[in-house]
T-cell receptor
Framework: DQQVKQNSPSLSVQEGRISILNCDYT??????FLWYKKYPAEGPTFLIS?????DKNEDGRFTVFLNKSAKHLSLHIVPSQPGDSAVYFC???????????FGKGTKLTVNP | DAGVTQSPTHLIKTRGQQVTLRCSPK?????VSWYQQALGQGPQFIFQ?????ERQRGNFPDRFSGHQFPNYSSELNVNALLLGDSALYLC???WGTGDLNEQYFGPGTRLTVT
């Protein structure tokens, strides 16, 4: 039973355009969500997070939106750069626990 | 400042054998979590160690066990290896205050069971 779902295995966008990565969750007890970026042969790197008390969090080119009623969050990257090409994981947790539940990831390719 | 380090990088074992993977946390961190990432899947939480004790555990059998040493480094042990244990094993470290944004992952150990 997958509690965190990333239904798009891959996404390809042109440099300078917007990248939108989506994530759905089923467990209504999740109250904190994180996005990680992973390059080959490296561990996941924290990118941005959002608490369930917010519906948007922004950090430079990265913005995460949370729609609690739809149990959906999305990561927007504007503008996309070739260096953003990586696998992006959505993760969720509850009650401050460091036990993260991850999605399967979406491979983003940004073409020059 | 060294980040999270893991050893070995790659490992090949035979079914039924036992394996030990090692993790050194980022400097200043005292909490270590282990994850298993099977091919095409996201990381799955195995367990977490803090103050040399297992603090949280995911849905993994008792064949998976761990240890944390006084210097905060950690080992993951897997007994009676199965083909399905083939995966990338990731270690993550953090400071005990539980700031989720400050959890750092190592590059992982790729385990292949034949």
């Amino acid at each position: 039973d997958q509690q965190v779902k990333q239904n798009s295995p891959s996404l390809s966008v042109q440099e300078g355009r917007i990248s939108i990565l989506n994530c759905d969750y089923t467990n209504s007890m999740f109250d904190y969500f994180l996005w990680y970026k992973k390059y080959p042969a490296e561990g996941p790197t924290f990118l941005i997070s959002i608490s369930s008390i917010k519906d948007k969090n922004e950090d430079g080119r990265f913005t995460v939106f949370l729609n609690k009623s739809a149990k959906h969050l999305s990561l927007h990257i504007v503008p996309s750069q070739p260096g953003d090409s990586a696998v992006y994981f959505c993760a969720a947790t509850q009650g401050g626990s460091e036990k993260l539940v991850f999605g399967k990831g979406t491979k983003l390719t940004v073409n020059p | 400042d060294a980040g999270v380090t893991q050893s070995p990088t790659h490992l090949i074992k035979t079914r039924g054998q036992q394996v030990t993977l090692r993790c050194s946390p980022k400097s200043g961190h005292d909490t270590v979590s282990w994850y298993q990432q099977a091919l095409g899947q996201g990381p799955q939480f195995i367990f977490q160690y803090y103050e040399e004790e297992e603090r949280q555990r995911g849905n993994f059998p008792d064949r998976f066990s761990g240890h944390q040493f006084p210097n905060y480094s950690s080992e993951l042990n897997v007994n009676a290896l199965l083909l399905g244990d083939s995966a990338l094993y990731l270690c993550a470290s953090s400071w005990g205050t539980g700031d989720l944004n400050e959890q750092y992952f190592g590059p992982g150990t790729r385990l292949t069971v034949t």
